[in-house]
């Protein structure tokens, strides 16, 4: 069904809009869908507050259930459901495959996760006192979500926010709307009751102002940019609503002199190319020590030719394209103005006739250039040389950002230096992915607020409670 998802019902948008599904890699129209607006949107969270006080009842027992019901429709169908996300994001299918198959991990996990929502009872200094603290559902919960990981994003916030007792109102972005789509599917074909989870697909402007400013949603998730998130902090300081700001990024990697440098820059060109760099912990500011820096720009230069740019299929791989033409701009003016800063282009920064790519890009930069300060999202790839572990950790944590760091070094003095000086909610060693389903997912500094994943996003949508008893 490729329609929004209210109250049990698949529906068209209230004021009949739809908005052009379009295919990022060849241009063309793959779909006309609903698009929705705030109507759309306050008629979602009705439902979803009609239905919370019956939800947050049920048993995390009876909820699991359901979350595994859709965590198996989504392995069922996981190849459907990939082709369709490759098809409005462009990126490979082992990719999108393998981000629907971790989505399906997701709420089978937090169907398990809902079971130990604990509280404890707590020791007193008054004999005749007894005092306890449970967890208990925030309410109906917005989940405004990104289109870089369609499936991914809203599966840790929704999954959670259902698990915990909450119902949901689920904005996804009108790029990736099939994702969205076969979400809700998953959910709906689990059997969730009517109202307990919604999907609009909708102008994200009045939807996001609906949420914030109706006292019936008491929380909202976002995944997406700084500047947007900053929007919905100043909204709900207005009206006291939740948030849990999943934000962008400016990753730094430093790789010491110690390691295997050919090994790391391969590895380096894959982590960094995943989803075309669209990814909020892609690794972006490689700190190279001087000592290996040359040997590591001429590995990452020779393993970005050998990739082509195109449409992914199952028998071949290609890098896909930038979701849209606004993306596309947006990387090629970070490399113009990389050249204007005095940067050195190594290699890279074509385009194609059709589709929103951009070639692979080298630069190697100085610390001082301003354009390294920027959240790139896309196919660059940034190195710097840096001598001495004290500059390079100055270096590195010189951003606003603190979501994700990395670390490459076979020196476990330095290996630790590094992790306990780094103001990043997330640090890597010798690895590209420090998060995971059992995880938790965090950033500090201007990269967001609060957690996704693990037993701490679990935590994110329920409210605590003190009790206390006297007179015993």
Not at 224 to 247: F, H, N, P, Q, W
Not at 291 to 302: C, G, H, M, R, T
Not at 328 to 347: D, M, R
Request: hydrophobic share 40%; net charge negative.
């Amino acid at each position: 069904m490729k329609k929004q998802y209210i109250n049990g019902n698949w529906v068209e948008g209230i004021d009949g809009n739809v908005w052009d599904l379009q295919s990022p890699s060849t241009e063309e129209i793959l779909a006309k869908v609903p698009f929705g607006n705030d109507k759309d949107c306050k008629l979602a969270i009705d439902a979803a507050y009609e239905a919370f006080p019956t939800w947050k009842k049920t048993t995390p027992y009876f909820r699991a259930e359901i979350l595994k019901k859709a965590a198996n429709f989504i392995r069922e169908n996981v190849e459907n459901f990939a082709i369709e996300t490759a098809k409005e994001t462009g990126k490979p299918m082992l990719e999108a495959r393998g981000e629907w198959l971790v989505s399906a991990n997701l709420f089978e996990w937090y169907a398990e996760e809902g079971k130990r929502n604990y509280g404890r009872i707590i020791p007193t200094n008054r004999a005749d006192k007894r005092s306890s603290v449970i967890y208990q559902p925030v309410g109906v919960v917005g989940v405004i979500t990104a289109w870089n990981f369609p499936a991914y994003n809203p599966a840790r916030a929704v999954a959670a926010a259902l698990a915990a007792g909450c119902t949901v109102v689920m904005r996804g972005s009108e790029f990736t709307a099939f994702s969205s789509f076969n979400m809700a599917l998953a959910l709906h074909q689990a059997g969730i009751p009517n109202g307990v989870y919604n999907l609009i697909n909708s102008e994200p402007i009045s939807s996001g102002a609906e949420m914030i400013q109706n006292p019936k949603l008491h929380k909202i998730s976002f995944t997406g940019s700084t500047r947007v998130g900053k929007i919905l902090m100043d909204g709900a300081s207005k009206t006291a609503t939740k948030l849990s700001l999943e934000l962008g990024g400016n990753a730094p990697v430093i790789i010491e002199n110690d390691v295997d440098v050919a090994t790391v820059a391969k590895q380096a060109v894959v982590a960094k190319l995943r989803n075309c760099g669209q990814v909020c912990v892609a690794p972006q500011r490689f700190y190279v020590h001087t000592s290996i820096f040359n040997e590591f720009i001429a590995v990452v230069k020779e393993q970005l030719a050998q990739i082509q740019l195109g449409v992914n299929g199952n028998a071949v791989d290609f890098m896909g394209p930038l979701i849209n033409k606004t993306q596309q701009l947006n990387t090629l003016s970070i490399i113009n103005k990389a050249k204007e800063q005095g940067a050195t282009l190594h290699y890279g920064g074509q385009t194609l006739e059709k589709g929103f790519f951009v070639q692979p890009t080298l630069i190697e930069a100085k610390q001082e250039q301003e354009f390294i300060q920027t959240e790139f999202f896309g196919p660059i790839f940034l190195a710097i040389p840096f001598d001495t572990q004290e500059q390079v950790l100055q270096w590195a944590n010189q951003t606003e950002y603190g979501l994700a760091a990395y670390v490459f070094t076979n020196h476990i003095a330095k290996a630790n230096f590094y992790a306990e000086n780094l103001e990043f909610g997330m640090i890597g060693i010798n690895e590209w992915a420090p998060h995971g389903t059992e995880l938790p997912f965090s950033g500090w500094k201007h990269s967001g607020i609060g957690h996704e994943s693990g037993s701490e996003g679990l935590k994110e949508y329920l409210e605590l409670k003190l009790i206390s008893y006297g007179g015993f």
